[in-house]
């Protein structure tokens, strides 16, 4: 495996936490992905926000770790919302029926609204 293939931000903005995810989320770096969500909601915090501009690919194994923290945030009435998803990310999200689950907008701004409304 040559040089870093996901890099991950944890930004505090207004209040929020945000996870910034550059790279390929698979089945190498999903257990990566994985600890930064839990860190963010280890610390109470309702709602996830993942800004995806730069995640180039996602797998199943991506899709699983955002499920699980879905699992963790819906039965307190908590919500996954990704930012800025790629085209490909999109269309898994629709063919799988995902986009029924996630939150998705079209930037940070827009995230942070609907979260501090919610």
Do not use: W
């Not at 999903?30 to 730069?54: R, W």
């Not at 699980?68 to 819906?74: C, E, K």
Request: with cysteine; aromatic share 4%; proline share 2%.
């Amino acid at each position: 495996m040559e040089g870093i293939r996901l890099e991950i931000e944890i930004k505090d903005m207004q209040g929020v936490k945000i996870l910034e995810a550059a790279g390929e989320i698979d089945i190498y770096t999903a257990p990566q992905f994985k600890d930064a969500i839990n860190s963010i909601l280890e610390t109470g915090q309702k709602h996830l926000v993942i800004e995806m501009a730069a995640v180039t690919y996602m797998d199943s194994s991506g899709f699983g770790a955002l499920l699980s923290a879905t699992r963790r945030l819906r039965p307190d009435g908590g919500t996954i919302n990704l930012v800025k998803c790629s085209a490909a990310i999109d269309r898994i999200l629709t063919i799988t029926r995902l986009d029924t689950v996630f939150v998705k907008h079209d930037s940070i701004d827009d995230a942070l609204k609907a979260v501090q409304q919610g």
